[in-house]
């Protein structure tokens, strides 16, 4: 490959890593091309962007990024494929539902909300990950809570005390 075609290729992986909140690394080599073309569907229908890197291309492109996540190093060994994704769980929910029927991916390292995960023991952890919007749900939900039931009680009280009146007045 010639070092003309190496920059691009290293350019394009650290504008991905600089632009995608979230990436995975992860071995899917032994699949064979059905299985693999598979896997491929079935990130793109999931907005997961999946490529697979030459582990030192790789290296540049995280070294040039303008994030600081050395630690993923250790994991540029063997097969390497990147999966990109805005959110945070999708790769991680995929990569366990995929390997359930075929041992592959692999989780080797995970950059999720500014944190990098090494090895596949973190998968679970990562999967339970909430996204930014379900966080906000979960929020305005625990806020909405009391004004909620502030509101049923008072609706119910309101029923309690037109009862009481109106046995008051058949009693006149």
Same mark, same amino acid.
Do not use: W
């Given at each position: 490959?010639?070092?003309?075609?190496?920059?691009?290729?290293? /350019?394009? $992986?650290?504008?991905?890593?600089?632009?995608?909140?979230?990436?995975?690394?992860?071995? &899917?080599? =032994?699949? /064979?091309?059905? /299985?693999?073309?598979?896997? *491929? *569907? +079935?990130?793109?229908? +999931? /907005?997961?962007?999946?490529?697979?890197?030459?582990?030192?291309? $790789? *290296?540049?492109?995280?070294? =040039?990024?303008? *994030?600081?996540?050395?630690? &993923?190093?250790?994991?540029? #060994?063997?097969?390497?494929? @990147?999966?990109?994704?805005?959110?945070?769980?999708?790769?991680?929910?995929?990569?366990?539902?995929?390997? #359930? !029927?075929? !041992?592959?991916?692999?989780?080797?390292?995970?950059?999720? +909300?500014?944190?990098?995960?090494? =090895?596949?023991?973190?998968?679970?952890?990562?999967?339970?990950?909430?996204? #930014?919007?379900? $966080?906000?749900?979960? @929020?305005?939900?625990?806020? +909405?809570?009391?004004?909620?039931?502030?509101?049923?009680?008072?609706?119910?009280? =309101?029923?309690?005390?037109?009862?009481?009146?109106?046995? $008051?007045?058949?009693?006149?």
């Amino acid at each position: 490959m010639k070092s003309s075609d190496k920059k691009v290729i290293i /350019n394009n $992986l650290q504008e991905q890593i600089d632009s995608y909140s979230h990436f995975y690394l992860a071995d &899917i080599s =032994g699949l /064979n091309a059905e /299985n693999t073309g598979d896997l *491929r *569907r +079935q990130c793109f229908n +999931q /907005n997961v962007k999946l490529v697979v890197v030459k582990n030192t291309l $790789l *290296r540049k492109a995280l070294e =040039g990024s303008t *994030r600081n996540i050395e630690e &993923i190093y250790d994991a540029l #060994k063997g097969n390497t494929s @990147v999966m990109f994704s805005e959110n945070a769980n999708t790769p991680a929910k995929l990569i366990k539902d995929f390997s #359930k !029927k075929h !041992k592959k991916p692999v989780l080797k390292a995970a950059y999720v +909300q500014e944190s990098v995960y090494m =090895g596949a023991e973190h998968l679970d952890a990562l999967i339970a990950v909430k996204s #930014k919007n379900e $966080l906000i749900a979960d @929020v305005v939900a625990l806020l +909405q809570s009391p004004m909620n039931t502030l509101l049923s009680q008072l609706k119910s009280g =309101g029923n309690t005390i037109h009862g009481v009146l109106d046995t $008051l007045k058949e009693k006149k």
